[in-house]
């Protein structure tokens, strides 16, 4: 584990050799044991997971939000990386960020940021924040393909389709179509973010050896069933920082209460 204080970050050669890493952690995964990558909202949370034994970590943009006192999607760019680059010099493991939908950077910019940052993973989702609903499905598969080109092969690109979370008569069905043309477009993998675990499956099958991301939620199936139905990779939103929180309210009325218990 990297001591506080200590860079992660490290040369270009070591960001190839941690995207190296990342990639090969979402291979060959057994049906039963998919990546579960936690999201660590600051360098402390960062560091916890790390020494728990997790082989990679996956930042997510609510999480940091709340941590920086935005709501989520209101971060400003300047920040949220700054934040990644926090959280990646404070771990020794491959870090991929989430950063919603880049920003308005052009491509070659926003995997400059990124690697500027030390992450060697994103998370760029298909949500247009200006209207609330989904972007053109051609339209960001065309931007993520310049993604990818800017990148090479020194980050994983992961796919985020936000057809569960806006609705419309067939999110199913709209899922499938952007998880074919992302895939197409060179994405590594593709995240429907809120997919019932029921779709999994389907979602599996049109993907190919490109890796599928799940939602995992309290409450829900168990890591291995998730894995089983077609997941390979598992993320948390903003759930532990919420979980977190929890832990520190019963902390407060602890201490309001006039005591501290062990």
Do not use: Q
Not at 216 to 239: H, K
């Amino acid at each position: 584990m990297t001591p506080p204080g200590a860079t992660g970050t490290g040369t270009r050669a070591g960001a190839a050799e941690r995207a190296r890493l990342l990639r090969d952690l979402h291979r060959g995964r057994r049906a039963h044991d998919p990546l579960v990558l936690p999201g660590p909202w600051d360098a402390a949370s960062a560091r916890a997971f790390e020494a728990a034994g997790f082989p990679a970590l996956a930042t997510p943009s609510a999480g940091i939000a709340a941590s920086l006192g935005y709501e989520d999607g209101a971060t400003p760019p300047g920040e949220m990386f700054a934040a990644v680059a926090r959280i990646v010099r404070s771990v020794s493991v491959p870090v991929t960020a989430d950063l919603e939908g880049g920003y308005g950077l052009p491509p070659a910019e926003l995997v400059e940021r990124v690697r500027e940052s030390g992450a060697v993973g994103v998370n760029l989702e298909d949500t247009d924040r200006a209207t609330g609903g989904l972007k053109d499905a051609g339209a960001h598969a065309e931007w993520l393909a310049r993604v990818r080109d800017a990148a090479g092969p020194e980050l994983f690109v992961n796919a985020r389709v936000d057809a569960y979370l806006r609705g419309g008569p067939d999110p199913a069905g709209e899922a499938l179509t952007r998880a074919r043309l992302y895939a197409a477009a060179g994405a590594d993998c593709v995240y429907p973010i809120g997919a019932p675990p029921s779709d999994l499956p389907a979602l599996r099958s049109v993907l190919g050896n490109l890796s599928l991301n799940a939602l995992a939620v309290p409450g829900g199936p168990p890591f291995a069933e998730l894995g089983r139905l077609g997941a390979d990779r598992l993320t948390f939103g903003g759930a532990l920082l919420l979980r977190a929180v929890g832990g520190l309210a019963d902390l407060a009325a602890e201490l309001r209460a006039g005591h501290l218990t062990g």
